[in-house]
């Protein structure tokens, strides 16, 4: 199978890396061998239909700061948007930095990718956070795949669990913490009694948050997920604009002392029921929702099924890389299984 | 607040046409933020079939009076508005399409669709220059510039709602809270590759009712040349009265009645997010109109909200003993009419199985007379094909009727007290309308009958 990749950053380079990995174990078991026809990156792209050589990509990333730059294979400056068209990718695999405030061009590629019939594994939450319908449609129109796993919970397949859950019983809540960073702040400040801005500069120190860190501990990241989460599993119509926001900013150390008197601890709580919110609550101390650290926990509450949580890492490059392979896979399989 | 309002055909037939409606616009845009969407001009989507089909069948000429009728109507009313030039590129583009259109001598559904656009590209051009001659700041999209998607099935589009949604509120309400007002092509769409489609059924109601769900609007107005809906045809009925409100499943009952009436696929995205349309008269701003909503409960004692007449159709009745208890005779039956393209208004089967009766237009009676003849009668599916001409229907619309018990004493008692015989009748199960067919003579005086006994004198 062909695969486009934009972005080569954190995750697109660790996705060209496992897929170099695990080369044989995937054709051994699924018979799949993907190849990496092109690669377009911020400032460049590089293409070549039998399959680019990962180690001369890393090298001319390191070395020239774009993929443009691989002998023979790199090209200028071109329109993306026509490369994605033209090239004869299968999959598009959109691994971009995400960006809720201007998510359109990744929009834009996505659309080129499924109108030009090309099936598209998504990492970038920002197009699902405002426009997941829209797309879900347009995929559906064009009948090609759209998968995105790896933008809720990262490397640990939160998507799927909940599908799974979702099939044969009714999902009547969802209650989760889905950012790590924020988890670890607040697990801090618990732990250690620290303010939030001493968890803050501690959780930049271990590389958890960024520089800017906003998107974070505003509670965006996470509401985007939840959205994601809302239209992808529940088939509810939803976007950023519906979900009732409140970050961690606020949080006090005497808040988080007297939720702990009361054998309980503050998270940042995504929750689904008759509307969408992201708020910190104060959830019991034996919640299966109390992750440590910055860890990700999703639990569902099912009519029939009762409660069921699944607990993992939620982020990093190698661990969303196997997201975006776990959804290459998939497509591969359902791909090879119509007529 | 927040509106979208569409102006039909006969409200912009001419510059004085358009000069009121942007009056219209301006005396709400002050307070209230308002998006526009345009019909062609009144009879210019007819002329430019015309050309197309004449331009298709090889010119002789033809095609050029048809070309020079549409020139002349929109320079004069670009003159008359201020600026004569204003759709020169645009008239001559479509000259040039016509003449593509002779030289391959084909006319494709595609290439029908690009022609017809250009109505609806006319007329807005024409209506944002009289917009701004009223000193209203107003942008001109056509569909595809807002954001409006589509398949592929040029002649009867079927928007991807949810894309299009997300992209007219990309592209629309930026303006919107610019304090611009967007004016919006009707009726005309694109396909993901940026290929021209229409809409087909709906048309440009559908377009309004698409731009308003995408923003979010509180209600849509549909300016007309009515005062709204009737709660019968004034000209049967002369005590006949505008309907001031009612819900959008009625509507949807009301929709085949009367050419003002909205398609049941515009009314959807209105609908479904609970946004009402009102259906105004330019040449009457002032009426209330017709208000439609979710919730539109009948007032105590109300049993009907509208008579309707359908004055042109037959009847056809399929016998014979062979169909009764037969699995797939009906089946046999419909599937032979579509084949034919005969669309049917009324079915009604007895449990006896011995008959089913099927309505049409009186057009198409003959011709479904024959495809029956020979797709039931040859094979020995059935005995007997009947006909009945000069037949009316009448329907009585309203959600009184449901679960109103004696509904149906009155209505046929109203009937039988006029001596007329009621030839066949049918009704949903969704008990909002009951629709039944009298000799086609005895149709206005029954529709009289009725109004009288269900909605009062």
Request: proline residues 4%; hydrophobic residues 45%.
């Amino acid at each position: 199978m062909k695969l486009l990749l934009v972005g080569y950053g954190v995750v697109g380079q660790a996705l060209a890396r496992l897929l170099e990995a695990e080369r044989a174990a995937l054709y051994a078991r699924h018979a799949f061998s993907p190849s990496l026809v092109g690669v377009i990156d911020s400032r460049g792209a590089a293409a070549d239909p039998r399959g680019l050589d990962v180690a001369a990509l890393h090298e001319a990333k390191r070395s020239h700061g774009t993929v443009g730059a691989l002998p023979i294979y790199g090209l200028g400056d071109l329109d993306p948007i026509e490369l994605i068209v033209e090239s004869e990718a299968q999959v598009l695999v959109e691994a971009t930095p995400t960006s809720v405030a201007a998510p359109g061009p990744s929009i834009a590629r996505l659309k080129a990718a499924f109108r030009s019939g090309k099936h598209a594994v998504c990492v970038n939450k920002g197009p699902l956070a405002v426009a997941l319908p829209a797309l879900l449609e347009l995929a559906r129109h064009n009948q090609v795949e759209f998968r995105f796993s790896g933008t809720v919970g990262g490397g640990t397949p939160m998507l799927n669990f909940a599908q799974e859950c979702a099939r044969g019983d009714h999902v009547t809540a969802v209650r989760a913490v889905l950012n790590g960073t924020t988890n670890f702040i607040l697990w801090r400040m618990a732990l250690e009694g620290e303010t939030f801005h001493a968890a803050l500069a501690e959780a930049m120190r271990l590389g958890y948050a960024e520089r800017d860190p906003s998107a974070d501990v505003d509670g965006i990241d996470t509401a985007t997920k939840l959205v994601i989460l809302a239209n992808g599993v529940l088939r509810r119509a939803c976007a950023i604009g519906d979900v009732s926001i409140t970050g961690i900013r606020g949080v006090t150390r005497e808040q988080v002392e007297r939720a702990r008197a009361s054998r309980h601890v503050i998270k940042l709580v995504a929750e689904i029921d008759h509307g969408l919110s992201v708020a910190p609550r104060e959830v019991p101390a034996d919640s299966p929702l109390n992750v440590p650290a910055n860890l990700n926990a999703l639990s569902l509450e099912l009519r029939t099924g009762g409660d069921v949580t699944l607990v993992g890492r939620g982020a990093g490059g190698p661990e969303t890389a196997t997201a975006v392979l776990r959804d290459l896979i998939d497509i591969w399989h359902s791909i090879g299984s119509t007529p | 607040m927040k509106l979208v309002m569409k102006f039909g055909g006969t409200s912009l037939a001419d510059a004085e046409c358009m000069c009121r409606c942007a009056a219209l616009v301006k005396s709400r845009a002050g307070r209230d933020r308002v998006a526009v969407v345009a019909s062609a001009m009144d009879g210019v989507t007819e002329e430019l079939l015309a050309l197309a089909e004449a331009a298709a069948s090889g010119g002789h000429g033809v095609p050029d009076a048809h070309l020079a009728a549409l020139r002349r109507r929109h320079e004069q009313a670009a003159q008359a508005l201020g600026e004569p030039g204003l759709l020169a590129p645009l008239l001559d583009r479509l000259e040039r399409l016509a003449e593509g259109i002779e030289a391959v001598a084909e006319l494709t559904p595609r290439s029908r669709d690009a022609v017809l656009s250009f109505g609806e590209r006319l007329s807005t051009a024409l209506l944002h220059r009289a917009l701004a001659g009223a000193g209203v700041a107003s942008r001109a999209f056509t569909g595809q510039e807002a954001g409006l998607v589509t398949d592929g099935r040029f002649g009867d589009a079927e928007p991807l709602v949810e894309l299009s949604l997300y992209q007219a509120a990309e592209t629309l309400g930026p303006a919107i809270a610019a304090g611009e007002t967007p004016v919006v092509t009707g009726f005309i769409a694109a396909t993901q590759h940026g290929v021209v489609t229409t809409l087909g059924r709906g048309g440009s109601d559908y377009t309004a009712t698409l731009v308003g769900a995408a923003l979010k609007a509180d209600e849509i107005w549909i300016w007309s040349d009515v005062d709204g809906l009737m709660s019968a045809d004034p000209r049967i009925v002369s005590g006949a009265r505008r309907l001031d409100r009612i819900s959008f499943p009625e509507a949807v009952e009301m929709a085949q009645f009367g050419a003002k009436a909205m398609h049941p696929r515009a009314l959807e995205p209105a609908a479904e997010r609970g946004i009402p349309v009102r259906m105004k008269n330019t040449f009457n701003p002032e009426g209330q109109g017709t208000l439609i909503v979710n919730e539109a409960a009948p007032a105590p004692g109300e049993i009907a909200r509208s008579i309707h007449l359908l004055r042109d159709t037959g009847l056809i009745t399929v016998t014979g003993a062979a169909m009764i208890g037969r699995v797939g005779t009906a089946a046999r039956l419909f599937q032979t009419l579509s084949e034919h393209g005969i669309n049917i208004r009324m079915i009604s089967q007895s449990v006896s199985e011995a008959a089913i009766t099927v309505a049409v237009t009186g057009a198409q009676l003959e011709a479904a007379r024959a495809a029956l003849e020979v797709g039931l009668l040859r094979t020995g599916a059935a005995r007997h094909v009947l006909v009945e001409e000069d037949v009316a229907i009448i329907a009585v619309v309203g959600s009184g009727l449901r679960g109103t018990p004696g509904v149906a004493a009155r209505l046929f008692g109203a009937v039988a007290r006029k001596r007329v015989n009621v030839i066949a009748i049918a009704q949903g199960s969704s008990e909002l309308s009951v629709s039944f067919a009298v000799a086609r003579a005895a149709g206005p005086e029954i529709v009289r009958a009725l109004h009288e006994e269900l909605i009062g004198a």
